[in-house]
């Protein structure tokens, strides 16, 4: 069975960004399983895993428009550092470079990172943080099997005793 459209695919990776940086990674011991080119993963991501089979090893990089585009100029904006205040919040908070859970104007989550301190504001920075960077892919197909019309239905890959 080769790797296409609604397959289960379950594979290990390493994931560098354009400095050769490993940036995320899917072992043997806990691989990464989707259900292909049903959007869990980038469009190209999948295109390139295409016509794989269990067994296959994998290497190659997809540039920064197909991964997760450009750094945006306007995604770096400045926060009123009165929202930080509050009891429950810790006193470390603001530090240049941490990445701290926010949401957008319609309540979605989203990171943003600490990328400048004021007196009165914060700039952060809401791109991907691979925004920017090819991304360089390699690894092996451990498995392909067809996806059960139920893991269609719910989008996720169920597996290890996942039960509804
Ligand atoms: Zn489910």
Known sequence: ??????????????????????????????????????????PDFDRNLSGLKAGDEFNFVLSAQEGYGEVEEE???????????????????????????????????????????????VMMDFNHPLAGSSLHFTGKILEVREATPQEIDHGHVHAGGHDH
């Open 1 to 42: 069975m080769t790797v296409s459209r609604d397959k289960v695919v379950t594979l290990t990776y390493e994931l560098r960004n354009a400095g050769g940086d490993l940036v995320d990674t899917a072992t043997h011991e806990q691989p990464f399983a989707f259900i292909h080119e049903s959007g869990m993963t980038l």
């Open 75 to 121: 995604a770096i904006v400045a926060i009123p550092k009165s929202i930080f205040d509050g009891p429950d919040l810790p006193d470390n908070l603001l530090i240049v470079g941490n990445v701290l859970p926010m949401q957008d104007q319609n309540g979605n989550p989203l990171n943003g990172k600490i990328v400048a301190i004021a007196e009165d504001t």
